[in-house]
């Protein structure tokens, strides 16, 4: 059950991830230094003091760069690469009592795939929101995505199934978006 569960801390944090890169690395860097979360033996130091500064001060940057005009667009492009690796590595931390075999294809897969398929559905809301609203909807879409990563990210940490079905149901919602805005091959 421990190993369940930390497969839907996992794949919850990853999800958070999509939104924001380094808020949920900082959520679970205090929730291991408040010694509510088991890592990952060989990934003990995210809960360590540096660590849970570092990536303090790294989500602080990260939220408010998102309200600059310009910088939150840049930060999309490069963010989609970042959230996979993110996504990943918060999976490999999290995932307890698995082969490292095992564990890293579910990072790869799950923990990837979830946070760059939030992160692109989210950079593509941004760039309509930039070419609707002339970017003056982008701190509403800023908003919205940094209350997202927090909620699932604290869901995760406290409830990992609850976040876990929370995932399935905005993949499901996501997908249904996805399907009713393309456009149909004539």
Do not use: H
Request: include cysteine; glycine fraction near 8%.
């Amino acid at each position: 059950m421990e190993t369940l569960l930390s497969i839907c801390l996992g794949i919850g944090l990853a999800a958070s991830v999509g939104f924001r890169v380094f808020l949920p690395l900082f959520v679970l860097s205090l929730a291991s230094y408040l010694q509510y979360v088991n890592l990952n033996e060989s990934w003990q130091w995210i809960g360590g003091t540096t660590a849970l500064v570092i990536l303090g001060v790294a989500t602080l940057v990260e939220l408010l760069a998102y309200y600059i005009p310009i910088v939150d667009n840049f930060l999309d492009t490069v963010a989609i690469p970042l959230a996979t690796l993110a996504g990943t590595l918060v999976m490999v931390s999290t995932v307890t009592d698995l082969s490292p075999v095992v564990t890293w294809t579910l990072a790869i897969i799950a923990g990837g795939g979830t946070a760059t398929a939030i992160k692109s559905t989210a950079s593509t809301t941004r760039l309509t929101s930039t070419v609707s609203t002339a970017g003056v909807g982008n701190p509403i879409v800023a908003t919205i995505e940094t209350v997202s990563s927090v909620v699932i990210a604290i869901v995760a940490v406290i409830l990992p199934l609850v976040a876990f079905i929370l995932v399935l149901g905005l993949g499901y919602y996501l997908f249904k978006l996805y399907k009713k805005f393309r456009r149909p091959n004539v």
